[in-house]
Nanobody, 118 residues
Framework: QVQLVESGGGLVQAGGSLRLSCAASRSILSFSVMGWYRQAPGKQRELVATMTRAGGTNYADSVKGRFTISRDNAKNTAFLQMKSLKPEDTAVYYC????????????WGQGTQVTVSS
């Protein structure tokens, strides 16, 4: 079972930026899809962004134009660059693997907390 460790969260003012990292215990190219998800207090976990093995990307409407998913294959690490952050982006952010149908194939880690103050 692959291990995924998220990092990079923190407290930032609205309009600020953060870059999250997701370090995998094996080659991220072995996964069909890698994704970022988030869960705000009292809400269900939701998809934020995904990247396929071929490099195709997909974003939730709420983050399009502000967030960018990327990866460093040599470092087995995926990233989520977040810009123009809003208070509603406050959540615990997780990375995970999925198949092309969108079904999660990995285990959820601890996540990294992102808090955006107004």
């Amino acid at each position: 079972q692959v291990q995924l460790v998220e990092s990079g969260g923190g407290l930032v003012q609205a309009g600020g930026s953060l870059r999250l990292s997701c370090a995998a215990s094996r080659s991220i190219l072995s996964f069909s899809v890698m994704g970022w998800y988030r869960q705000a207090p009292g809400k269900q976990r939701e998809l934020v962004a995904t990247m396929t093995r071929a490099g195709g990307t997909n974003y939730a409407d709420s983050v399009k134009g502000r967030f960018t998913i990327s990866r460093d294959n040599a470092k087995n690490t995926a990233f989520l660059q977040m810009k123009s952050l809003k208070p509603e982006d406050t959540a615990v952010y997780y990375c995970n693997t999925a198949n092309y149908a969108g079904t999660i194939t990995g285990s959820w880690g601890q996540g990294t907390q992102v808090t955006v103050s107004s």
